[in-house]
């Protein structure tokens, strides 16, 4: 099972269990990871599940498809180089202990 860890601005961490082959966002939601919302249901058409990979997990997730780059432009202010969907990131066990960073101020 894959462990995920969400840490939030303010460097509060949330770490999590994993089923393999879910979504990052659906995790999130499970696990009520503020500021994944999900509201598209995973379906990469709303980037209200946008998060930062940390630095030491982007080779291993990859980059944006590029449905996923379109929407990281249009719907996101904050976008980075490391910004991702989290609806388009499965996790694997190669993804154990990955990291990622949210932009919402509650976590």
């Not at 980037?47 to 990859?62: I, K, L």
């Not at 490391?82 to 996790?91: D, E, F, G, V």
Request: glycine share 10%; proline share 5%; charged share 25%.
């Amino acid at each position: 099972m894959p462990r995920v860890t969400f840490l939030g601005p303010s460097g509060v961490a949330r770490a999590v269990e994993a089923r393999t082959g879910d979504s990052l966002m659906a995790v999130a939601v499970r696990n009520g990871i503020p500021g994944i919302v999900g509201e598209c249901g995973g379906n990469a058409s709303c980037a209200t599940c946008h998060v930062y990979v940390d630095d030491a997990f982007q080779s291993r997730v990859g980059p944006p498809n590029d449905v996923e780059e379109d929407l990281l432009d249009l719907g996101v202010s904050d976008r980075r180089e490391s910004s991702r969907l989290a609806c388009q990131i499965a996790l694997t066990e190669e993804l154990d202990g990955l990291v990622v960073h949210t932009a919402d101020e509650r976590l």
